[in-house]
């Protein structure tokens, strides 16, 4: 049983006939956009453009026959594509290694991580990524794509470096302007855009890129300079090559491999989400991560570089109105198809227009809606936000991840140890509330008999938290017993046990008292386990009792027998409950609830 989770193509047993058509026409409206986005992804990762289109066929089949959404289909991504640009162009830098052969090894290294993952039940770990961190990256991402993209649009020469670099030295490039490749660029924008408005069921790229084909055909423009996709490297007619991925220089990659991997697995995952939203569909998420795993293995092996799932084509396939997994499936047979017959034709494209194509896809990416929600959100949103942004500027897209997953992981540990400390006091009508120290109400306050009501995990973590709460209490001279309500505090430890203990008998040698109040049956036994019971004093914890605030009760008449007649006088609020209580209180009162 544990191993059917991950063969999700057994559904297919139940697939009925009259679903075909439906998942075949969605396939194909799929297929003109895979086509050229193949083509310029692998441009922006660097690496032969057959590779982007490799990356298309195999692992979408593998990808859709494992995972467990019915929609998602795999292949090359913008973001993922950037990050594994940046790796090509450090690797081959610095050692013997080929960009194809960077791509391939990565594919693989990238696919054993996400499948461990997935066979380990680790899918929870993609969770911990904040929303405002991937808005960030992509953000990010998206800004330098266009950005490397402008070389393209003018026709002038690749310069490298960060973001600033690389402005500054497209704008001294300037005066060597092809007027054909800016026509190029900005027509095959202009009619992507264009045709989106008229039809967004249009295949907008498909039809720019066509038309661009046809014109540098027709006029020839190839001999006036007009760069063309075979150029980089010709896209051969046939199926896609069996590779090995390299074994000399993989310890070099480890770290970009486990961002790719990260990145892959927060995207697909993003993506698979969102169309299980729409249709209703229930994901295995173990299962999501270990087919990502599998296509981008498979990548490795048909000369492909990391996948992804393409929230683009995915959700094409979806409102093409793709029924089950098959649809795809047949995405990737269809892209076999295409580089047995068309890969020569293909390469024909002017490398200008897959620059117009990409800088309308990075806009794409720039999601103005969620950005402004951001920025309208916490502080801590807006910030992890920027600073993921910002360093996918200035420094190394693996290296930005890894700022973004620790960005994360500080907020996730920041709101994990998230101790809540409020006072308690008598309220208008006579009843428990918290104290809101932001507002001015007729909440009434006795100065020597002090409740703090302590809410969330009180582990070692929040110990600090908790001296520090102790600490507002213990400084006021006029406090004679301060009653701790520890009802809503859960997974006590030593290490508060100590600060608790503590506490205790530095009031006591003041000739002060602390109280413990509503402990949980596994806080007790700790606190009897570890001594500290006995040490705070047993007739100084009370236990959680059912009925509304017994133990609340019994904890205040112990403390207004330590203080006696004080400063309240006849008047003291908490004096003045107790007196109330005892003439409304009768023995069907009480509920069986436990509240402390």
């Known amino acids: ?147 490397g993209q402008l070389h393209n649009v003018t026709g002038t020469p690749t310069h490298g470096g960060n973001l600033l670099h690389t402005i500054a030295g497209w704008i001294g490039d300037l005066p060597h302007t092809e007027p054909l490749a800016v026509a190029f660029a900005v027509g095959t924008a202009t009619t992507v855009l264009g045709v989106r408005r008229i039809d967004s069921r249009v295949p907008a790229p498909i039809l720019a890129m066509t038309v661009s084909i046809l014109l540098t055909h027709l006029l020839q423009l190839h001999t006036y300079g007009l760069r063309l996709v075979a150029d980089l490297a010709p896209i051969p007619a046939g199926l896609p090559p069996f590779t090995l991925p390299s074994i000399d220089n993989w310890t070099a990659l480890v770290p970009a491999a486990v961002a790719c991997a990260v990145l892959s697995l927060v995207e697909s995952s993003s993506v698979a989400r969102a169309l299980a939203t729409r249709s209703g569909q229930r994901l295995d998420m173990a299962a999501e991560f270990a087919a990502q795993g599998l296509a981008n293995i498979g990548a490795a092996f048909s000369g492909a570089y990391p996948v992804s799932g393409s929230l683009a084509r995915s959700a094409l396939n979806q409102q093409a109105g793709a029924v089950s997994r098959l649809s795809a499936v047949f995405c990737g047979l269809l892209m076999l198809v295409v580089l047995l017959f068309l890969g020569p034709l293909i390469g024909q494209t002017p490398i200008a227009s897959l620059a117009g194509l990409l800088l309308v896809l990075a806009s794409d990416l720039i999601d103005r809606h969620q950005i402004g929600k951001i920025l309208r959100g916490t502080q801590s949103d807006k910030a992890a936000f920027v600073a993921t942004m910002l360093g996918t500027w200035v420094l190394s897209l ?199």
């Open 1 to 147: 049983m544990y191993l059917t989770r991950y063969l999700s193509f057994l559904d297919l047993r139940h697939y009925r006939l009259r679903f075909l058509g439906r998942d075949l026409s969605a396939s194909i409206s799929v297929i003109f956009l895979d086509i050229p986005q193949g083509v310029a992804y692998a441009l922006i990762a660097g690496l032969p453009p057959a590779m982007g289109l490799y990356a298309a066929a195999f692992p979408a089949i593998i990808g859709a026959l494992f995972r467990s959404s019915r929609h998602v289909v795999t292949g090359p991504s913008n973001a993922l594509s950037l990050l594994v640009g940046g790796t090509v162009a450090t690797a081959t830098a610095a050692g013997n290694i080929t960009p194809m052969e960077v791509g391939i090894t990565l594919a693989f290294m990238v696919g054993v991580i996400q499948l461990l993952a997935g066979l380990l039940r680790l899918d929870a770990l993609a969770d911990y990524i904040s929303h405002p961190v991937v808005r960030g990256y992509i953000t990010g991402a998206a800004v330098l794509i266009a950005v």
């Open 398 to 596: 693996d290296q930005a991840i890894y700022l973004g997953v620790g960005i994360s992981l500080v907020l996730f540990l920041r709101q994990a140890r998230l101790l809540t400390a409020r006072e308690m006091a008598i309220g208008r009508k006579g009843r428990f509330r918290e104290i809101d120290p932001d507002v001015t109400d007729a909440t009434r306050v006795c100065r020597a008999i002090r409740i703090l009501n302590l809410t969330g995990p009180l582990f070692f973590a929040v110990a600090g938290e908790l001296e520090r709460a102790l600490d507002r209490f213990t400084g006021d001279a006029e406090m004679r017993v301060l009653i701790l309500r520890l009802r809503q505090a859960q997974n006590l430890d030593v290490t508060t046990v100590n600060v608790l203990e503590a506490a205790a008998e530095k009031l006591a040698r003041e000739g002060r008292t602390l109280l413990l109040l509503g402990l949980r049956p596994p806080a007790l036994r700790l606190l009897q386990r570890t001594g500290s019971a006995a040490r705070i004093g047993k007739e100084n914890v009370f236990p959680a009792q059912p009925g509304w605030f017994t133990a609340m009760e019994a904890a205040l008449q112990r403390a207004l027998a330590l203080v006696g007649p004080h400063s309240c006088g006849t008047t003291c609020p908490l004096a003045e409950y107790m007196a109330a209580q005892s003439h409304l209180r009768t023995p069907a009162a009480t509920t069986p609830q436990d509240v402390g």
